[in-house]
């Protein structure tokens, strides 16, 4: 069994700019690589941040804990998401996620399988 690792605040790091528009932070909570590379972290965008397009070889779970924001997914219409919400991208799905123009947001995210990082969104949400 590992150690339980408590941290009140949840607080991250600064994630890769080069795959997120304006600022958002990590907080790692559990990752490993064999089998397959699953990863879970709390992933916080300040309002109107949003990451590229991007798609998990075996898919990817994200669960709200605070604020709004938005999820697409390649050829579909954004969809509004917000505390409570659980969304699940099959293996391989591409697609974007982050928060409102007006909302800062965070989510659990799982992530299964290697990320292969697209192009930026384009999309301007009001």
Do not use: C, K
């Amino acid at each position: 069994m590992d150690i339980v690792t408590r941290d009140e605040a949840l607080r991250g790091e600064p994630v890769d700019p080069s795959h997120f528009t304006r600022t958002a932070t990590a907080r790692p909570i559990h990752r490993t690589t064999e089998p397959n590379p699953v990863s879970v972290a709390v992933v916080r965008f300040e309002a109107g941040a949003r990451n590229r397009w991007h798609r998990h070889a075996g898919g990817q779970v994200l669960h709200v804990i605070e604020g709004e924001g938005y999820v697409q997914a390649r050829g579909e219409q954004p969809r509004r998401i917000g505390v409570g919400d659980t969304v699940s991208t099959a293996p391989g799905e591409e697609h974007w996620h982050g928060a409102g123009p007006d909302s800062p947001m965070a989510h659990v995210a799982v992530s299964i399988g290697e990320t292969t990082w697209l192009e930026p969104s384009q999309l301007e949400l009001a």
